[in-house]
């Protein structure tokens, strides 16, 4: 896979997951067969909420998480237009804020697919942005 590639943090999530393995085979999958793939520091945000919150890790744990993936991921920011465009976005779309933002940062980053349980399996977002749901025929999965 050579297009630059967006993940949302349940793709993360599942990576993780004792419990879910099927889920967690085809995210590794995703993560260790590309170098192409970008977060942003929303989902890093994302998922030190949840590993606080639901997973209740200690915080020397959280920490190597996050080192994690910084070393796996190029981790991208956003800025004011980005929150901007975001809000354009979840209007024309009627996404909730959040998505909208991953996806205006993915956009402003030139990734051309996400990878996301959350949105439409097969989206296009302004003509350039595919929206990919890893798990939607898991049998048929293809990266």
């Known amino acids: ?35 192409n793939i970008y977060i942003s520091k929303q989902v890093t945000n994302e998922v030190i909420n949840i590993l606080c919150k639901k997973f209740k890790l200690r915080t020397d744990d959280i920490i190597n998480v996050i080192l994690e993936l910084d070393n796996k991921f190029s981790i991208l920011d956003f800025s004011l237009i980005t929150q901007i465009n975001a809000l354009k976005i979840k209007e024309k779309y009627q996404f909730q804020f959040y998505d909208s933002l991953i996806i205006a940062t993915a956009i402003e980053n030139n990734c051309s697919t996400l990878f996301s349980e959350d949105m439409q399996h097969k989206q296009i977002i302004e003509d350039c942005l595919q929206i990919i749901n890893l798990f939607y025929n898991q049998s048929n999965c293809q990266f």
């Open 1 to 35: 896979m050579n297009d630059k590639v967006f993940i949302d943090l349940n793709i993360i999530l599942y990576a993780y997951s004792k419990t879910e393995t099927k889920k967690a085979d085809i995210a590794n999958n995703l993560i260790f067969g590309s170098d």
